[in-house]
């Protein structure tokens, strides 16, 4: 954990130029690397998908996590989804009209088959505290991923000074597996929140990593 703290500064409203399309997922099941497959999915979608690098891409799978049951990282794991799943695509502005057409598409996952109904969509806001449930990382050491996300924050020109690292995970990611922190930053300016929700940290939020989110405050 690295925390120091920090005057308070009046800032105007920054705006930011991404929107968050959300979608319920209807579907049974899914298989265990559903991020890749769903990013497969929307290449075939969209012809500038591959192309466009500011689009970030997250599955919400209600009760994935709490109450004592954690999910199944083996590869040839299934999860079963609820009501409350949710895909949602943080898309450039000028990219909305035709990512809502997304509206019933069905989508083909190997031997799991979804259909994407639009829910709601939603425009970034700033927030100090910032979450991000994956954040990809080579590192075993603690304390060297935090250097390493430093020094990614500094070259998108953003301050922060507290930052606090939660869970370990594993993620299958184009039939490798991948090691996940969860990643809590506090104290952002308005400025450098919405800055870090537009971009995100690393080159992989087109498979759900390096996204942020708003987070109640932990000051």
């Known amino acids: 954990m690295f925390w120091e703290e920090e005057e308070e500064t009046t800032e105007n409203k920054p ?13 049974k099941t899914l298989p265990s690397n559903y991020l890749s497959l769903i990013a497969s999915q929307m290449s075939l979608q969209f012809d500038w998908w591959d192309e466009l690098d500011d689009i970030g891409l997250q599955v919400l799978i209600a009760g994935e996590e709490g109450n004592g049951w954690f999910r199944d990282q083996t590869p040839n794991a299934i999860l079963y989804l609820s009501r409350r799943s949710r895909l949602v695509l943080r898309t450039p502005k000028q990219m909305y009209a035709q990512i809502k057409n997304l ?3 069905k989508l083909n996952l190997g031997e799991h088959d979804i259909e994407l109904v639009f829910k709601h969509d939603k425009s970034i806001n700033h927030s100090a505290t910032l979450y991000s449930q994956h954040v990809l990382s080579d590192e075993d050491d603690e304390l060297r991923f935090l250097e390493i996300v430093t020094l990614e924050l500094d070259s998108l020109g953003i301050v922060c000074k507290k930052i606090l690292c939660g869970k370990t995970r ?6 490798e597996k991948k090691l996940t922190r969860s990643l809590m930053l ?15 940290l690393g080159n992989f939020q087109k498979l ?5 989110v708003p987070y109640k405050s932990i000051s």
């Open 15 to 27: 705006i930011s130029d991404v929107v968050d399309v959300t979608y319920q997922i209807k579907g």
């Open 103 to 105: 509206h019933n598409a």
């Open 170 to 175: 594993e993620l299958i990611i184009n039939n």
């Open 186 to 200: 506090n104290d952002l300016s308005k400025e450098d929140s919405v800055k870090l929700q537009n971009k995100g």
């Open 208 to 212: 759900g990593c390096g996204i942020f």
